[in-house]
């Protein structure tokens, strides 16, 4: 398909270009110019009052079934994964929209193996030869490793030594391998970059000193400011990606109930703020460091695609500009990546196009108002079933880790279940910031948080009795009253009590990904 876009602002390594049309032909782009360079047979796009950027780029996720889809439908055209498994990159497509680290590197009992099945593991730097040679059979981009004991979340958690960070660096880079290192603390980001990586995963979330600033100066960094700040309920007492009116239009209804889910988990009561974080970045930018938009998507808060817009506000917020935030999630990481044929808008280069209405160059925010993508010059369709199987392995992935945090931290505040004494299970209390929230089998509030006896004696009273009450429920559409026929863990059989909805007589089973329950009306 040939199209040409016209009378558009072009915004390209953070400056607005002189011309003002571009025309795509078999997924490229072949001219930038005036009206004259679209052809007969083109397809006419008015881009009027609107900004043409390349598409986004995340510099760091974690894969997830369906995530280029999602992502997509934000404007992200490309992924940088830091941190997975074959068997989840495999089946993702298409390859072009991502590049991959594989497996990571990192010691026996290391971040982040706790969200893993068994993985290989790094024992010393006699390894290190054998470990790059299977990730490279693995058809891997990139090199990831961990270096963090823990000592930045105040833990004490294995980790590689430096000697076997310098193992593995050099033999990476023997092999034309980037090297990307996740770092938490200002202390091991000095150490990483001394024995030769090219890329920090995160910003330190402690205040560097000028001497570390220096001592960092010829890397790359993804500031990734958005996975502590996002990841914590706002004023509202949601996630901030919740509040977010323009993002949340296009979010897909079963995600949305992800982050509502994620809402409503523990939270410590002073989550941080991100201070020095952002600090960090600043001094960094101001000192000539790439700095690199990225989210650390799905880790809760974050959603593939829409955490990305929300990451441009946070840099800007830290103090770049708009156009330097654009720049970090577009020409900067396809630099540093080798991505030679994305981040730019320039004849030849991939069409991978983000449309927004507005002027991101002067508001960052305009790029939340999405006109229309492209990836490869097509506008993708989405696929259901990819999302179903990414919310089923986020929530694997959900209850892996706390299994491991409570094995390892017995005291760690999760989910309880409350049965009667026949055994028959009532509903769960379930531990969020400031108490415990009292819920059916299904996971529907029963009533407000409250402390954990008050919360027990909550479902002993109302667990069953609330399930022959009239229930608010919803799908896609506007809140419904409705009957519970029955209920199991994971879905529930209702029927709807409006008799013109065409419905079998006992009621039509949903899943819980599905479906939205409430015992009162709430506003749609």
Known sequence: MAFTILHTRLADRGAALPADCLRIA???????????????????????????????????????????????????????????????????????????????????????????????YVTGPGDAKQFVADRIAEGVDHLKLVYDDGSGAMLNIPTLDSRTVQALTDEAHAHGLLVVAHVSTAAGAVKVVECGVDVLAHVPSDLMSPADIEAVADVAVIATL??????????????????????????????R??????????????????????????????????????????????????????????????GLTPADALVAATSAPAEVFGLADRG?????????????????????????????????????????????????FLGETTARIV???????????????????????????????????PTTVFGAELGPVSSHDSAVETVEREGLASLTETWWARTDGPWLEAVLTEVQPARVRLRWKDPLLD????????????????RHPLPT
């Open 26 to 120: 078999n997924g490229r782009i072949t001219a930038i110019g005036g009206p004259e360079i679209a052809q007969p047979s083109d397809t006419l796009v008015d881009g009027s009052g609107a900004t043409l950027l390349p598409g986004l780029i995340d510099a760091h996720v974690h894969l997830a079934p369906g995530c280029v889809q999602l992502a997509a439908a934000y404007g992200v055209t490309t992924q940088l994964d830091q941190f997975s498994t074959p068997e989840v990159i495999d089946p993702e497509t298409p390859r072009s929209s991502f590049r991959t680290s594989g497996i990571g590197a990192t010691a026996p009992g290391g971040h982040p193996t706790i969200a893993f099945p068994p993985i290989p």
């Open 503 to 518: 419905q079998p007589p006992s009621g039509r089973w949903y899943d819980l990904t599905d479906i939205d329950l409430s």
């Open 257 to 318: 109930r992800v982050l509502d889910h994620q809402s409503r988990r523990w939270m410590p009561p002073e989550p941080p703020d991100g201070t020095a974080a952002r600090a960090n970045t600043l001094a960094l930018h101001q000192a000539g460091v790439r700095v690199l938009a990225g989210t650390d998507a799905p880790n809760p808060g974050l959603v593939f695609g829409a955490s990305l817009h929300r990451e441009l506000v946070h840099l800007v917020r830290a």
């Open 344 to 392: 730019r808008l320039t004849v030849g280069a991939r069409a991978d196009l983000l449309l927004v209405d507005g002027d991101p160059l002067a508001d960052i925010t305009a790029t939340q108002r999405i006109l229309q993508t492209w990836v490869g010059g097509e506008q993708g369709e989405y696929d259901d079933e990819r999302e179903l199987a990414s919310i089923r």
């Open 226 to 255: 958005g996975v502590a700040v996002d990841g914590f309920n706002g004023p509202s007492g949601h996630l901030p990606l919740l509040d977010e009116p323009v993002l949340m239009a296009r979010m897909p209804a079963r995600w």
């Open 403 to 437: 299994a491991a945090l409570k094995s390892q931290f017995p005291g760690f505040p999760s989910p309880e279940d409350v049965v009667r004494e026949d055994g028959e299970l009532l509903g769960r209390v379930v531990p969020v910031t400031g108490g415990w929230l």
